[in-house]
């Protein structure tokens, strides 16, 4: 483990962490609440996706992070908070590591991604042993070796794009686990019919609480109407899971909404609101 110059010992990594379901291993980035070191309260802990992503913007795609300590430390009062635990995506499968990871389901074979080399259709389908890791490895050891509220009503699970359609799945399968999550801009396009029908048909005993978001101009730029394929997407979902007994969600459409780190900063504090009120 060693400290990053964001924060001294409230920012930590772990580089090699172990993914026994997936055969690999992965950096851990975690971020402590401001109190942690002064007190001996135990905390709620926030499991992200795309961890390069969430904390630092030299790290970050594109250049902007998420800025998750500034939201995170404003939110939260000094005497609460939240611990945040960054899981970076792999650079395995030529960079479509987080298309293997980020779906339980193989890419629909019939959606058609014009400019995309053909490899990105062998993507998705360890998206069940990805969650498996988090459940059942990583959680056990963030549990052991910090303060943790490890009980369900305590638990979240959150990210942007493929990371919220694996954070959607993830607190739809395992509610025994995870009560609330967070689902930025999910890319339901990546297997709109099998998603729809996993929301549609899941019964779910265990309440659980939602928030999720879509821009009405998130667009990849790959020559088709992305923008309206996002949008209709999560619009549908939303439809599903306001039927479904047991799921309580707040669904916000931000007109102008990029697909960007930096939409899914200004977002981070609307999802610990509803998340954490």
């Not at 409230?10 to 291993?25: A, T, V």
């Not at 619009?235 to 939409?263: C, F, I």
Request: charged share 20%; hydrophobic share 35%; net charge negative.
């Amino acid at each position: 483990m060693k400290n990053s110059l964001l924060d001294n010992s409230r920012y930590q990594i772990i580089e090699d962490f172990h993914m026994p379901q997936l055969g690999r291993k992965r950096t851990i980035r975690i971020y402590l609440p401001k109190n942690y070191h002064n007190d001996s309260r135990s905390y709620p802990v926030i499991y992200m996706h795309d961890g390069q992503n969430l904390f630092e913007s030299s790290l970050s795609f594109g250049g902007d992070s998420w800025e998750v300590p500034t939201s995170v430390d404003q939110f939260f009062a000094d005497d609460n908070g939240a611990i945040v635990v960054g899981i970076e995506n792999g650079s395995e499968f030529e960079g479509l590591c987080r298309m293997y990871e980020y779906s339980p389901w193989k890419i629909d074979p019939d959606f058609v991604l014009p400019d995309w080399p053909e490899s990105v259709y062998q993507s998705g389908g360890e998206g069940q042993q990805y969650i498996d890791f988090i459940t059942d490895s990583l959680k056990p050891y963030i549990d052991d070796n910090y303060r943790t509220l490890t009980d369900r009503d305590n638990t979240a699970i959150a990210g942007s794009s493929m990371g919220g359609f694996i954070s959607l799945y993830g607190v739809l399968q395992r509610p025994d686990v995870f009560s609330l999550a967070g689902v930025f801009s999910p890319a339901f396009w990546f297997n709109a019919p099998e998603m729809f029908n996993f929301v549609e048909s899941k019964q779910l005993h265990n309440p659980v609480k939602i928030y999720m978001d879509m821009g009405t101009q998130e667009s990849s730029g790959r020559g088709i109407d992305f923008e309206k394929i996002y949008l209709d997407g999560s619009n549908k979902v939303s439809e599903l899971l306001r039927n479904k007994a047991n799921v309580a969600l707040q669904y916000q459409v931000d007109e102008g909404g990029l697909h960007t780190e930096s939409a899914w900063a200004k977002h981070y504090p609307n999802m610990l609101g509803y998340l954490f009120d």
